[in-house]
């Protein structure tokens, strides 16, 4: 049956997020040129980080940070106009944490683990009873309150939020062995071969990036790692390998706490992390029921919701009918005698007369030219697609003038197309 929030959430109530949104996310390409992987757009009207930042509040959870770093002035801008809505009278509060030398005059955050030792003092003035320590860049929905009483329940120093994925696709993720009780007895970061499951070899069991401590035990722990000059400061490859060693870990099964809508078949969990799952992920939400239901009233998706007009579409004559097929068109949009068929339009975006346009993901503010055909694209933010410009058609020369993945999909930055024009 599909999970659905925990009633009261008394666990949550006394405790902190953390979320680590400091990271570039490299294999996004040019997406990430000038923004961090968090604040790479999703969804049509939202960000990636606004799914962890969403599934704390739904959980519960009041006092939120998150660590910045890499290009942060779109995220942190981002979070400020849409996150700004938590009340100190409430006791809630809502923290920017940016890379600023609070520990050394030369020492910027050197890993993960060090993300969070370089805060202990804004923590410690909070005096959370737990600590959930999220990543900021997955795409999923899940209610951390039910992390946090297994954690509790088992007595654990650190509780790991992990998923099954293929064996042969776990090489970037922290992969588990754990016994009958979910105790983790070995903790492989990143491994070239990764191990498989005890009973299904093909499976492995990857860390999400997401675990709960009790606070002071985090603190100690943040401690004894930066003291230690041998250390990368990284949870993955420092913290967690040395608590399964030396302490007690468990493994908290995603699916034991996703939630689900009555629309959601399977637990939904997706790293987005390369260009080709970012376009499929987003594709992914035209189809009639996707994966992921972005319309459960019961669990929303807080983000920044700006003031657009409602989409608008024009023109209805044979050849120039402004019409959309099996896609998804944000706020501020205008179709004016173009077609789409299964694409996703970010807020303000126009199309021309005109222009065909095909398994798209197109980012806010672009405006598609006349007679333009785009097919199995992402359009960076901002970009002004020439008239005419044909893109999905002639492989070869889309590798030439684009970057195109090997599954064909090409990703469309303004930089790209001024230097067609020189």
């Known amino acids: 049956m599909p999970k659905k929030p925990s009633s009261g959430s008394p666990l949550a109530r006394s405790a902190m997020a953390y979320v680590l949104a400091g990271g570039r996310g490299s294999r996004l390409m040019e997406l990430t040129d000038i923004r961090a992987k968090p604040a790479v757009f999703f969804g049509g009207k939202s960000r990636i980080i606004d799914f962890a930042l969403s ?8 006092r939120i940070s998150v660590a910045t770093q890499y290009k942060a002035h779109s995220l942190i ?12 009278e ?14 050394s005059e030369t020492q910027w955050y050197a890993g993960t683990a060090d993300a969070v030792f370089q805060n202990i003092d804004i923590i410690e003035s909070y005096a959370p009873q737990h600590i959930v320590v999220l990543a ?21 120093d650190v509780t790991v939020g992990c998923i099954d994925v293929p064996r042969l696709e776990a090489t970037g993720f922290g992969v588990m062995h754990v016994d009958e009780t979910n105790r983790i007895i070995e903790f492989l970061e990143k491994p070239a071969d990764p191990p498989g499951m005890p009973g299904n070899p093909e499976l492995a069991l990857a860390s999400m990036g997401i675990y709960v401590f009790d ?5 100690e722990q943040l401690r004894r790692d930066a003291a230690d000059p041998h250390s990368a400061h990284d949870f993955g490859r420092d913290l967690i390998p040395h608590i399964v060693r030396n302490g007690k870990a468990v493994a908290h099964h995603f699916a034991e706490s996703c939630v689900r809508s009555g629309q959601e078949a399977e637990a939904y969990w997706r790293d987005v992390g390369t260009v080709d799952a970012y376009w499929q992920a987003n594709i992914d939400l035209t189809d009639v029921l996707p994966s992921l239901d972005l319309y459960d009233h019961d669990w929303p998706i807080w983000t920044f919701a700006e003031i657009t007009p409602p989409a608008k579409f024009v023109h209805d004559e044979e050849g120039r009918r402004g019409q959309a097929v099996s896609s998804l068109v944000s706020g501020g949009c205008i179709v004016s005698g173009a077609a789409l068929r299964r694409s996703l339009l970010f807020t303000g975006v126009h199309v021309r007369s005109y222009a065909r346009v095909e398994s798209a993901v197109v980012l806010p503010q672009v405006v598609i030219g006349r007679s333009a055909r785009l097919a199995k694209v992402v359009v960076d933010r901002g970009v002004k697609i020439p008239d005419g410009l044909v893109v999905g058609e002639d492989p070869d020369l889309d590798e030439k003038r684009f970057r195109r993945t090997a599954n064909g999909v090409c990703l469309i930055t303004q930089p790209m197309l001024d230097r067609l024009a020189q």
Do not use: C
């Open 55 to 62: 599934n704390a509040l739904n959980s519960g959870i009041r």
């Open 77 to 88: 801008r981002h979070l400020q106009l849409g996150w700004n809505f938590f009340r100190s």
């Open 90 to 103: 409430r006791n809630e509060g809502f923290d920017i944490l940016p890379a600023s030398q609070r520990v």
């Open 136 to 156: 900021g860049d997955h795409v999923y929905k899940m209610d951390y309150e039910h992390m946090l009483q297994m954690h509790v329940t088992h007595a654990a």
């Open 215 to 219: 606070t002071g035990f985090l603190i």
